[in-house]
C-alpha cells in the first residue's frame, strides 16, 4: 500500500502545474533531486543535455546506481527522441533498466522501469524520473 501511495505521489508531482512549484520559489528538478535524496521510495533523477547525462541523483533504494557522466543516450529510453527533434510523451513509459544502466554492476537483464520525461526546450535538455515498474 505505502509503495503505491508513494507511486501515485510521484505521479502527481510531476504533472502538478508548474505554477503550484513557483510558489514556493523552487524548481521541479530542484524537488525532484530532494525527493530521491530523503525519500524512501526508490527513484532516479537524470538530467540530460545535447543527448548526454550530465548529472543524475538516485535515491540509494533505487536498484541501480551508476549512470556515467556524458553517458550518449540509449536509443531505448524515450529520451532521447527529444534530442532526435522528435515530440515526446510527458506520461510515464515502461522501458528496460538497459536503457540507462548497462555499465551498472548491479544490471539485470529484462528488468523493467517506469521513465517519465520532461523536456526543457530552452534548456536542451530532459530531466528523466525513473522508478520500478
Known sequence: MEVRMCKI??????????RF????????SSIAIRYAEYGKFPIAVILS????????????FFPFQYIPVGQELNTFSYAIDFFQ?????T???????DAWFLNDY????EFYLHEQNIPMKNYNSVLTILWEA
Open 9 to 18: 505521489k510521484i505521479y502527481l508531482m510531476i504533472y502538478s502545474k508548474l
Open 21 to 28: 512549484f513557483l510558489k514556493f520559489n523552487t524548481t521541479l
Open 49 to 60: 543535455y545535447g543527448g548526454k547525462v550530465k548529472w543524475s541523483k538516485i535515491n540509494e
Open 85 to 89: 527533434g522528435k515530440e515526446i510523451d
Open 91 to 97: 506520461k510515464p513509459e515502461e522501458i528496460l533498466a
Open 106 to 109: 548491479n544490471y539485470k537483464k
